[in-house]
């Protein structure tokens, strides 16, 4: 349990990110508090050099005031699982202040944290792909074996999946984590549990704000692009589209609606302007 406490610093980087630099040299008191320092109260619960990137990490972040507390706890809860530390407590932290100018208020954040074991990953399963191998859907998920286990990668090997679904028409597949572990090795593994649901086709491009003639240009290039009615709905040509994949239409807002019973997409590009 916690012992005796120790005190790691930081040196002060002034840094303003987010919300509130509208508020400089306006003389009103500012949304966010910038972090001078943190401390973590029991050095035993936390390795010495897990608590000094920690503290390297976080100095000069600034964040919500409201939100400080919470915030900030979630953060350092996932640097920490970044880090291995997959059963890493962390409290919400005490927030005193540290001094203030017209334009910044400054805190030194005191955290309680238990950081526990670091963990290796040993193995990753992926259950119930069908449709694709699962050799192929394991290249997609940036861990490796005997690695330490990095959570923010697991999620981003989840969104991959997801995608690579989506792209080859699986838009409602989605892809289940979770985790088996040992505390006597100090390992995990992964089990990925995909649900990969039907194949979907457009059944209807819907184009709002735009003349004929513009409608039948933009009805070519998505044709170019694979997408047409008929053809398989591929979230990776509308995602290439939204992020400005086609020609000068101006700016627009993209919805689409998924009918699981007949397999069936509709989408919209709303080009009005009062969208």
Partial sequence: MLRRCAIFALVS??????????????????????????????????????GEAAISHFVGTSLPKGAI????????REFFREKGYFKAQISEPEVNSAGADPDHDYVVLAFHALAGHQ???????????????SDQLRTLVPLREGEIFDMSRMWKGVDSLRKFYGCEGYASA??????????????????????????????????????????????????????SVGSVYSSCVFDHVQDGGIGAHGSFSFGSTLNGKTGLAYVVLDFRPNR
């Fill in 13 to 50: 980087i002034l840094s303003l990110v987010g919300a509130g630099l509208g508020q400089i040299g306006s003389g009103e008191p500012p949304s966010v508090v910038t972090i001078r320092s943190i401390t973590f109260d029991n050095k035993s619960e936390v390795p010495a050099d897990l």
């Fill in 174 to 227: 989605s892809i289940t984590p979770s985790m088996r572990v040992s505390d006597a090795t100090r390992t995990l593994s992964l089990i990925l549990d995909v649900t990969e649901g039907g194949r979907f086709r457009l059944a209807q491009i819907g184009i709002l704000g735009l003349d004929e003639a513009a409608k039948r240009s933009l009805l070519l290039e998505l044709q170019r692009l694979g997408a």
């Fill in 69 to 76: 507390k919470n915030l900030a706890r979630r953060r350092v």
């Fill in 119 to 133: 963990y290796r990953l040993s193995k990753i399963t992926i259950l119930n792909a069908k449709v694709f191998r």
